[in-house]
């Protein structure tokens, strides 16, 4: 399936799923993608069970976390994919975090011109978030995701059991994303997570797999509206993403955690979007309250550093220093050239945060 094709991802919610490759394997040989962690956990039951179901499968470790988004990892996956003759009709099963679907997406994206692709995450932030969707791509020395293409998977099969595997640490990530998505474009799963925010911050698998089916349901039909984000729609999901990408930089790219430097990046465009979209105090202290209680480490750059890496990121972005902000949930508003002042103020009061 060729990038430019129309969208025509599916998606699947369920307990057990990995283990149920009829649902979501194609009949063709197949490539499973994976790291060693989630390898160690979940891999060799997911093998097994293709191969249990006659499915031709080779399989392929990626390196863990952001050292999968190379182009050398990129390039070795490609080449296994040559010699196990994994052909145009050929797929890739893509089973790990958002950095094993960016990675493994982008080799079938690029691979003989574009081959299909199946979407495994095993993160709670790829099953709400980087699984679904399409964008697909790889980090370069200048920065984060700066190589890429759309590629949407033929399906995502989001199993939910395989998530209580994850470190708090990482489930919280993924929180801080579908908390994001929620405040942004759905009201009604905002209301959703308020109700259920002890449960959600303590894992709890029922809790987790309506937050999955609702926040995964719903950025795929956002990302069908805008598979390629030429209409501007896809921008909104930036929000807390401009400070808190340039936090995640100043950090030395590693320490902070994207889903932690999301929560602060958050938390500044709140304060942003009480002073210039006119978000009420109320709502704002109330979202606030609830970002609070999700842990991030004790760290802090300098908020020079941030403001320069914020500067960078307006560059490699090509001039998208704009904010996405909310004038209420789920009515957000994108806003460039906002004051100096204000954005040095927000980044200095999450920095707060960061050393309390
Ligand atoms: N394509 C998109 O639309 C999109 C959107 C958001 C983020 N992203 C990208 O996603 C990446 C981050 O994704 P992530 O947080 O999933 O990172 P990740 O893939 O690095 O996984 C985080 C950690 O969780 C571990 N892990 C994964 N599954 C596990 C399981 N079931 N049990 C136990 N441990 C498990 C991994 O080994 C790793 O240590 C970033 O590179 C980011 O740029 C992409
Ligand atoms: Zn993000």
Redo the contacts with the bound molecule.
Sequence with gaps: MMSNMPYLSRLLVDRGLVLKPRLWAPRTRLMLVS????WK??GSRVLAGLRRAGLECGMHLLP???R??TWSAVSRLMSRMLRQGLGRDGAVLAL???????AA?FAAAIYMRGINWVSL???L??QV?????G???I?LAQG??LAGAFHPPLITACDTA??????PR?FN??LA?AVKFALVCDPGLWAFIRKNWTQLLLAQPAATETLVRRAAAGKLRLTTRDPQETKGLRDFLNFGHTIGHALELAAGLGPL???EAVVCGMRAALRLSQAHAGLAAGASDEIDAFLRLLPVPRLAPRPNSVLAALNLDKKTRAGRGRFVLLRSIGRPVIKSGLPQRSVRRAIQSSLQELRA
Excluded: F, M, Y
């Design positions: 790291e060693p962690r989630v956990l979940h863990r976390g952001e999968a988004k790990g975090g958002g950095s094993v679907t960016d997406g995450p095993t993160t932030l790829g978030d980087a699984g679904i969707g964008k697909t791509g980090d984060k995701n395989l998530l209580e595997t994850l470190s990482d990530c993924g994303e955690r994207h889903g």
